[in-house]
């Protein structure tokens, strides 16, 4: 997912980055400018306490360097009794220098005068001690603007979302098949307002689409019903005369039977392109359901050498559609008996899960993620491509479950879990 945080979150962790750069550039800056002053002072001290230095000698040559807490002077050649410079910056030349010594830094300055040198350190440990509290300090000061920018940017974003979060509530209370009020009435002309716009024309669009959509469904199921219940009462007619051949028999029995899945199927398809069919929901008895359905398909067997196994270990009522859910089971048993030419086929109830098992042809495995897409046809398939895909369109509208599991040239197990997941 592109976008996996909220437009708040991502506001206020931008306002949150941006606050942090800015507070952490203005913390160096800060640092930067204290450290300079701080050095420039004791320069400018050492300059001044050395050029003192060297005028208290040049009128009492007997004048002793300086030496305290904080400055330590030395001078080369030294006289009786005065310290002699540490040998690392005996050998420096004239100017400002640093150096470590123990655990002590010190600032030098180093002068010559009439043959003379004149070294003078100053104590930085004071200095540094308080460079660190202000390094401290200013830390502190980038995480404390980066909370409040963020914490700010929090309260900041719910009042500038709100208006984005109130359209997306009326969009959401807008039914799909319903024509939306006009929704950018109630927002100003900005950016938001034209968002709202361009969902009340989608879905103006949409609710067009949807009526037009069920004008057709309804031409459809009154055109296709009434051929069909002709075809059904002809070929009833036929079959009542008891002096027709076996074979013609044979025939207009799989014309009657046709007819009736055409007018189950018709029923389905008309059913799942309703948004809701709570009205045509009822408990089922699964168990005659399935019953029935056995008897139905049987004769896709024909005379193979098939045994039919039902194993009902409870008897389930299952809330749905009747014709959906006969829909559902038909394929099931459809495909089992069509693709089994020898061995058996065993159905299992219990009270969530039918099972149906076959000794068929099977499923190549790189097939089986494929059977449920629609159109999809399989090497040994020999129908349209429709029924498993309406089967899982099915279980979806319910909640539940259909996994297939097959070995080519060793069989299909079929699971249907009717508990919702």
Not at 168 to 173: D, L, P, T, W, Y
Not at 269 to 277: G, I, N
Request: charged share 25%.
């Amino acid at each position: 997912m592109r976008f996996s945080r909220s437009l708040r979150f991502r506001v206020a962790t931008a306002f949150a980055a941006v606050g942090g750069v800015i507070s952490l550039i203005t913390a160096v800056g800060l640092y930067i400018g204290v450290r300079d002053a701080g050095e420039r002072l004791i320069d400018e001290t050492l300059n001044a306490e050395i050029q003192d230095y060297l005028s208290r000698r040049s009128r009492n040559p007997y004048s002793h360097p300086p030496a305290t807490a904080s400055l330590l002077g030395y001078v080369l050649p030294a006289r009786q009794g005065e310290p002699i410079p540490p040998d690392a910056i005996a050998v420096w030349p004239p100017g400002l220098h640093e150096i470590k010594m123990g655990a002590t830094y010190y600032r030098v300055a180093i002068a010559d005068r009439a043959g003379s040198r004149y070294f003078l350190l100053y104590n930085e440990t004071l200095l540094r001690q308080k460079q660190a509290r202000l390094i401290l300090y200013l830390s502190a000061f980038v995480v404390l603007m980066t909370l409040l920018s963020g914490g700010l940017a929090l309260w900041l974003a719910e009042r500038v979302i709100e208006p984005v979060k109130e359209l997306a509530r009326r969009v959401r209370s807008v039914q799909p098949d319903a024509h939306p009020e006009k929704l950018s009435d109630d927002f100003s002309h900005d950016e938001v307002g034209e968002l709202a716009h361009a969902f009340e024309q989608a879905l103006d669009r949409l609710a067009h689409f949807i009526d037009r959509e069920r004008a057709f469904t309804a031409d459809v199921s009154h055109e296709l019903r009434t051929p069909i219940a002709v075809i059904r009462g002809a070929a009833e007619v036929l079959l009542a005369d008891e002096s027709r051949p076996e074979k013609d028999r044979q025939r207009l029995q799989r014309i009657e039977r046709g007819a009736a899945d055409m007018a189950d199927l018709s029923t389905a398809l008309l059913a799942m392109a309703r948004e809701r069919d709570d009205e045509r929901r009822e408990p089922v008895d699964l168990a005659a359901l399935i019953e029935e359905s056995i008897e139905k398909h049987r004769h896709l067997l024909g005379r193979r050498p098939v045994d039919i196994s039902l194993e009902i270990l409870a008897h389930p009522q299952v809330v749905a559609d009747a014709n959906l859910l006969a829909i559902v089971i038909a394929n099931l048993l459809r495909n089992s008996f069509t693709y089994t030419d020898h061995g058996s086929v065993r159905i299992r109830l219990d009270e969530h899960m039918l099972t149906v098992t076959d000794t068929g042809v099977g499923i190549p495995r790189a097939a089986l993620d494929k059977v449920f897409q629609r159109l999809y046809k399989g090497v040994h398939s020999e129908g349209a491509g429709i029924g498993l895909s309406l089967v899982r369109k099915i279980c979806d509208r319910y909640g539940w479950t259909i996994t297939l599991d097959s070995k080519e040239s060793q069989g299909t197990r079929a699971e249907l879990c009717f508990r919702p997941s």
